[in-house]
């Protein structure tokens, strides 16, 4: 199944910045998924990155708050702009496996101050 | 549109004893059927899949689930629980391959002595 590097594994930042979060793939994908988990919740899709075209983003997530990038095939970034405390999160890449069903990046913990 | 409903927010067992965790899904088609495990602190592993064929699924670390296609469920047992069970599950379901997973809210597995 694919590798995933995701970095950096947490960050505190401080309200008003961005950060940005990168996850590399061992292998070739053509979708990789962007999720979020707030605390003590489960986790929810915040857009798909297609190499090629501009991400494709679920309701309540817009592109000028949560920018992505898909340069190649195993790469991807999730910036995270103008932090508010309520981003606090775990931010996680996820891409499909085929047969090995999809596999997450170990994630990245996020604390705004 | 898909969804996943894991009634049991907590569930407590005693080590040694059986664990069973439910899930319902809601969706129109075959799903692909997921269920991940999450330690304190740690990325999503994952247990099991199911895609097709024979509707009981044997994972790792002794799991295995059953998909029902009248009751719309994927419970998840486990015959004997060890102290290292204790985690967060998930249960996940998707459309077809390299689309997006939908997560139910997660079941919360306490272990005790």
């Known amino acids: 199944s694919a590798v995933i590097s995701q970095k950096p594994s947490r960050d505190i930042c401080q309200r008003g910045t961005s950060l940005t979060i990168q996850c590399q793939v061992d292998?070739?994908?053509?979708?990789m998924f962007w999720y979020r988990q707030q605390p003590g919740q489960s986790l929810t899709l915040i857009a798909t990155a297609n190499q090629g075209s501009e991400a494709t983003y679920e309701s309540g997530f817009v592109i000028d708050k949560f920018p992505i990038s898909r340069p190649n095939l195993t790469f991807s970034t999730l910036t995270v702009s103008n932090m508010s405390p309520e981003d606090s999160s775990i931010y996680l890449c996820?891409?499909?496996?085929?047969?090995?069903?999809?596999?997450f990046g170990s994630g990245t913990r996020l604390t705004v101050v | 549109a898909q969804s996943v409903t894991q009634p049991d927010i907590h569930i407590t067992v005693s080590e040694g004893a059986s664990l069973e965790l439910r899930c319902n899904y809601s969706y129109g088609a075959t799903p692909y059927l997921f269920w991940y495990v999450q330690s304190p602190g740690q990325g999503l592993q994952l247990l099991l899949k199911y895609f097709s064929g024979d509707t009981l699924v044997q994972g790792i670390k002794g799991f295995e689930a059953e998909f029902k296609r009248s009751q719309s469920s994927f419970n998840l047992r486990k015959p004997s629980v060890h102290w290292s069970d204790a985690a967060e599950y998930f249960c996940a379901v998707g459309n077809a391959a390299g689309n997006k997973l939908t997560f139910g809210g997660g079941t919360r597995v306490l272990v005790k002595p």
């Open positions: 292998s070739q994908v053509t979708m």
């Open positions: 996820s891409v499909d496996g085929a047969n090995y069903g999809y596999t």
